[in-house]
């Protein structure tokens, strides 16, 4: 999960935080259930920082990389193929993302 850091520690303005906060919120639909390292918390707090639709077109395209994957998973499964365990846990952080993702797909919001 994304934390957001304390708005004091830094030299950002109200504005800006508070645009800050709603961008992790968003990246936190796909990072919610991850262990970041510090080094990938970094990053993904900076990237809050660009603009709305960049960060929605991230989120979008690793939904659409996550959802390859579970319905890549499930064709190997259907064809009695042994299934890649380690890329599927790698790529899937949710139970749920790929009818969430269909229902409500960021690119519809776009």
């Known amino acids: 999960m994304i934390k957001q ?3 004091g520690r830094r030299n950002v303005n109200d504005s800006f935080y508070e645009h800050e906060g709603k961008q992790i919120s968003l990246l936190n639909e796909i990072f919610s259930d991850v262990e970041l390292s510090k080094g990938e918390m970094r990053t993904l707090v900076w990237l809050a920082g ?3 639709s960049t ?3 991230i989120v979008s395209a690793v939904r659409k990389a996550m959802t390859m994957q579970k319905e890549k998973f499930f064709r190997q499964e259907e064809e009695n193929e042994q299934p890649d365990f380690i890329t599927f846990q790698k790529n899937l952080q949710h139970e749920n993302f790929n009818q969430e993702y269909r229902k409500n ?3 519809k919001e776009l």
């Open 105 to 107: 797909s960021v690119d």
């Open 50 to 52: 660009w603009e709305e």
């Open 5 to 7: 850091p304390e708005q």
């Open 55 to 57: 960060v929605r077109n």
